[in-house]
């Protein structure tokens, strides 16, 4: 059902989609459908978080398998998994993180973007040993500023535009190179 879903957010969009079109796509009834998901909302949230956990467990796995000398390589890597999501995994491109549904279909107690900041907190933190406290603000305000620049590329370029892509890896990472404790590298090179 969930692979039904995400196909039909990449032909009808959210707004298209509903439980009939997701159960006959899926090849059930529609009252099996709405044994496991109440909406068509229950089933994009679902899918959702399937694509987060998917996001959170890619980067992780990049992490562990690259050698990460600084912090600007994981903010690479971050970017590098969005963006190969965006262009592959079906109906990331119209949904993302599921901010086009609802700002908090995430959770209910805080903001997409939050959820995602927290995860990449966790996951950078004990890549580079250092303190969730310290990175929270400064990644919450990258992934705020990121999210703005790449929806922009998203709509000048179905494929995202490679000069905003840049742009966006360019303000985080000059961004982040001001903000992160002063023990970590500043001399970043460009991502051009």
């Given at each position: 059902m969930l692979e039904a879903c995400?196909?039909?957010?990449?032909?009808?969009?959210?707004?298209?989609?509903?439980?009939?079109?997701i159960a006959e796509r899926a090849g059930v009834a529609v009252g099996s459908l709405y044994q496991f998901f109440p909406d068509k909302r229950a089933v994009v949230q679902e899918l959702t978080l399937r694509n987060l956990d998917r996001f959170v467990r890619t980067?992780?796995?990049?992490?562990?398998?690259?050698?990460?000398?600084?912090?600007?390589d994981a903010v690479d890597a971050?970017?590098?998994?969005?963006?190969?999501?965006?262009?592959e995994v079906p109906g990331f491109s119209r949904l993302h993180f599921g901010?086009?549904?609802?700002?908090r279909l995430l959770d209910a107690s805080k903001d997409n973007n939050t959820v995602i900041a927290e995860k990449l907190?966790?996951?950078?933190?004990?890549?580079?040993?250092?303190e969730a406290a310290d990175l929270m603000l400064p990644?919450?305000?990258?992934?705020?500023?990121?999210?703005?620049?790449?929806?922009?590329?998203?709509?000048?370029d179905p494929a995202g535009d490679p000069t905003l892509v840049t742009e966006a890896r360019e303000?985080?990472?000059g961004y982040l190179a001001n903000r992160l404790p002063d023990d970590q590298p500043k001399d970043l090179p460009s991502p051009r």
């Open positions: 995400a196909q039909l957010i990449d032909e009808v969009g959210y707004d298209g989609l509903s439980t009939t079109l980067v992780s796995a990049r992490f562990e398998g690259v050698e990460m000398a600084h912090w600007w971050v970017f590098d998994v969005y963006m190969t999501m965006h262009r901010d086009v549904v609802d700002l907190t966790s996951l950078i933190a004990a890549e580079f040993d250092l990644l919450s305000v990258a992934v705020e500023a990121a999210d703005a620049v790449l929806h922009l590329a998203f709509r000048r303000l985080v990472r």
